[in-house]
């Protein structure tokens, strides 16, 4: 796999080729997982929670053409792209191509190629999510309310979905044992936190009010949301910025309150249900203390772990 065309040139030719093919964008990320040479058996376990967070937007519809009758969602098909690429570019750096890394997701997703661990998967997905979130902050705002709203709760997941394995204190408190395994992304629970298939119908854009939705979220779903990630919303934000050196992450929240393309004054939509459930997860599971959840500001956010150098090969 050898060529003068650079890594990032070769990936952003793969990408526009399946820009307007759904199922194309979906067999491009199948293929990712396999390296540069079809044959990757310690990353196809992987494949499985980036599969179904695909599904999920096929499902939906918002990766269709821009054009037609019915077309796809901007601010989707951006940050699918976005994820498509960063991927395609480190299988081409992999397989030869040259370089340099055009960003520092790219770098992420050679590491998680050189050691693939499910906090090195985790770095590398959700470093090509949030670039792709901040970069597109225009096309989320062109979007109506209701699927503003759920942007922000994908983006709680993906980053919840993280911090069980890399930061269980934060995410899972006193049931933090258990946090690695439930966010293990070559495990079925992960699908959980990336979709919500549950809760969201199978199109796009979407219809009805945000209370109509929630109010369709019924059991896990909603012990999820409101019980264990809500009341620790800030440390996550925080936490996430310093892991993945992103601190434009801190402007999508604020004193715990999503606020990506959505208003700080429209903040009571966050706030629990009713529940006697709830309040029995929220005592059972309350947020870790700031001094001790490794909640970052300043310095560490701008340091990160950041995986900027490529490790050396095992």
């Known amino acids: 796999m050898t060529s003068d065309v650079t890594a990032a040139v070769w990936a952003a030719r793969q990408v526009a080729r399946v820009r307007d093919d759904p199922a194309g964008r979906t067999a491009l990320m199948r293929r990712c997982y396999s390296g540069p040479f079809g044959k990757a058996p310690r990353h196809l376990p992987f494949r499985r929670a980036a599969m179904s967070f695909m599904g999920w937007q096929v499902r939906r519809g918002v990766l269709r053409p821009a054009s037609g009758d019915r077309p796809g969602s901007p601010w989707w098909r951006a940050v699918n792209e976005r994820i498509l690429r960063d991927g395609c570019e480190a299988v081409g750096l992999s397989g030869g191509l ?31 999510v949030v670039a792709a979130y901040l970069e597109n902050r225009g096309l989320a705002e062109a979007e109506n309310e209701t699927e503003r709203f ?22 899972l408190g006193p049931l933090r044992p258990l946090a690695p395994f439930l966010g293990d992304p070559r495990l079925g629970m992960t699908g959980i936190f990336l979709q919500l298939s549950r809760v969201l119908p199978d199109e796009y854009p979407l219809r009805g009010t945000v209370q109509a939705h929630l109010d369709r979220e019924i059991g896990f779903g909603r012990l999820l949301d409101f019980g264990v990630i809500v009341p620790r919303l800030q440390q996550l934000y925080e936490w996430s910025a310093g892991e993945l050196a992103e601190p434009g992450l801190l402007g999508c929240v604020r004193d715990g309150a999503p606020v990506y393309a959505w208003p700080y004054a429209e903040r009571r939509v966050w706030q629990p249900p009713r529940s006697a459930a709830l309040r029995l997860v929220r005592r059972t599971l309350p947020p870790a203390p700031a001094d001790r959840a490794g909640a970052v500001r300043g310095g560490a956010v701008r340091g990160g772990l950041g995986g900027a150098s490529r490790p050396p090969d095992p």
């Open 150 to 171: 759920f942007l922000n709760v994908v983006l709680c997941r993906v980053l919840y979905a993280h911090a069980l394995v890399a930061a269980p204190r934060i995410s």
């Open 98 to 128: 040259p370089g340099p890394a055009s960003s520092p997701a790219v770098d992420r997703w050679l590491s998680f190629a050189h050691r693939p661990t499910a906090r090195a998967w985790y770095g590398a997905h959700n470093g090509s």
